[in-house]
């Protein structure tokens, strides 16, 4: 019984960590692990905007001062918190060229600002994937296959994530052009100070100009665990995935079974092993789709584990952490953050990505990697990823969106629809199986109805864009007496994969990986 305790602490610290770097909460609201729904719809407020507010107390949840033991030191809430100091490494020689490509110049140190000029308090948190069952054969190290970046702004209240493809050929100090995964391994090679940690985050600060002050990091063994004792997470998925997948079992030779499989659009409660799977796999896509799927796995377990008690217990599970995550976080810094993750909701969190063509360009090394090198278009990416949300994302989600699954698959197809918006900061109320009104009910494909009438203000043309639907299938019907700005019914035709490098071929068949 006490192994079994000592075993929940240590997940529990876990989704601490996890909650507390990402702090993003529940998307789906009224849907639980079960596929239970709400049935009746209730009527959006009216004249009731959805602006971010501050967010200077937790009623009725409890404030950190009351669920801290007296033998914990009180957080002081108007101290800053404490960041390392993180200098630039040396500049290397110019015009030195490293694995056929020239050494760029080191990226100035970017910040955000207000409109008064004043600069934003950020903390940078860096969120890494290691798989302990496989160690690079060339130099006996792991490779963080998983890199995010998590970014709190305390003087907005809000969070931003940004996933670091693996395959980034960047300058990495005192060594040459490398794929960044391979900065942390480099580092604890090398002895470097602060050994893999300060590698990569010194390599991050050159070539992104970006300052982390944290990390933590898991391996997909615990990364296992912390799904299977939430009970699974519950994902809503927008692009088919095809590859091989670990089924759970194993030949006379201990080696793992694999089968070709597929994960079709719609929601699923997922176990570890379809939840690695999902995190993991490129073959049908690529690894900047991949960067996304992992932050929609983040959240998946944020969105369940906020269930549990665990903030209460920051404290006592401080201890048990290191059983599954390694961390430099320090307690007093988790107990700061806490009331950040309670209060935030999902419109107060943005998820950025490097693009394939935009951010950077494919391109194969001499010495045969295929690599991704990073481009100008890095820096607004960036700095849109330091920036919180601007007013006008603000002021769009006050729009109310009502969704409903009109395509009779039974997929729930209004969440993962609902889902896809969130991510791009649009905030929707998924409204389970319906049918549109009865001088619509023929129409074959998915509509749009718009009830506002509005050019001025309207995220109209961002409804359109993001879930592609053409032109012709938006009605405009305005309604003083409406209870939802825009209604949009999905039918079978539906198609929720937008923005992705490459899609999921019906006859794909890649070789499965261990």
């Excluded at 008690?309 to 988790?334: G, H, K």
């Excluded at 791009?424 to 749009?448: K, R």
């Amino acid at each position: 019984m006490a192994r079994q305790q000592r075993f929940w602490l240590g997940i529990s610290g876990l989704v601490m960590v996890v909650s507390l770097l990402l702090a993003v909460t529940a998307t789906r609201q009224n849907a639980n692990a079960s596929g239970h729904r709400q049935g009746d719809f209730t009527p959006f407020p009216t004249n009731t905007s959805d602006v971010l507010p501050p967010v200077p107390s937790l009623t009725p949840t409890p404030t950190v001062e009351t669920i801290l033991p007296t033998s914990t030191p009180q957080p002081i809430s108007s101290a800053p918190l404490a960041t390392p100091t993180v200098l630039y490494p040396l500049n290397p020689e110019p015009g030195l060229v490293s694995n056929g490509t020239l050494v760029p110049t080191r990226m100035p140190l970017l910040v955000a600002r207000d409109r008064e000029g004043t600069e934003y308090e950020l903390y940078n948190f860096l969120l890494l994937g290691k798989d302990s069952e496989s160690i690079d054969q060339a130099d006996g190290v792991y490779r963080t296959d998983t890199m995010i970046i998590v970014s709190v702004n305390l003087t907005t209240q809000t969070v931003s994530m940004l996933s670091l493809p693996r395959d980034l050929l960047v300058y990495i100090p005192d060594w040459g052009m490398q794929r960044l995964n391979l900065a942390w391994g480099r580092g604890e090679t090398v002895g470097w100070t602060d050994g893999g940690f300060g590698l990569l985050r010194q390599t991050i600060l050159y070539n992104f100009g970006i300052r982390i002050h944290y990390f933590a990091m898991i391996d997909f063994s615990g990364f296992k665990q912390v799904i299977d004792t939430l009970g699974g997470v519950t994902v809503a998925v927008d692009c088919s995935i095809q590859d091989y997948k670990f089924t759970g079992e194993y030949d006379e030779n201990n080696e793992p079974i694999f089968e070709f499989y597929t994960l079709p659009v719609g929601v699923h409660h997922m176990d570890s092993i379809t939840a690695l799977f999902y995190a993991r796999s490129r073959h049908s896509s690529s690894d900047f789709d991949r960067g996304r799927r992992q932050q929609q796995i983040l959240r998946a377990i944020w969105a369940q584990g906020k269930q549990g008690s665990w903030v209460t217990d920051i404290p006592a599970l401080y201890d048990q952490l290191t059983d599954v995550v390694e961390t430099n976080i320090p307690l007093d810094v988790m107990i700061q953050l806490a009331p950040i993750a309670l209060g935030l909701e999902p419109n107060q969190i943005e998820n950025h990505f490097f693009r394939l063509g935009f951010e950077t360009v494919s391109w194969t090394s001499p010495d045969g990697s295929n690599v991704q090198i990073p481009q100008l278009g890095i820096i607004n990416t960036i700095q849109a990823f330091l920036t919180p949300p601007t007013e006008n994302r603000l002021a769009s989600e006050g729009s109310q969106v009502a969704i409903y699954d009109n395509s009779g698959l039974g997929v729930q197809m209004d969440y993962v629809a609902a889902d896809r918006l969130l991510w791009e900061g649009v905030l929707s109320q998924p409204m389970g199986e319906g049918a549109p009104p009865a001088e619509y009910a023929d129409h074959p494909d998915t509509i749009l109805i718009d009830y506002t009438g509005e050019d001025k203000g309207s995220i109209l043309d961002t409804l359109v864009e993001i879930l592609n639907i053409p032109p012709d299938n938006i009605i405009v019907q305005p309604d003083p007496n409406r209870t939802s700005d825009f209604a949009v019914y999905l039918t079978s035709n539906y198609s929720a994969c937008v923005d992705r490098d490459v899609r999921a071929p019906v006859d794909v068949t890649p070789t499965p990986e261990s």
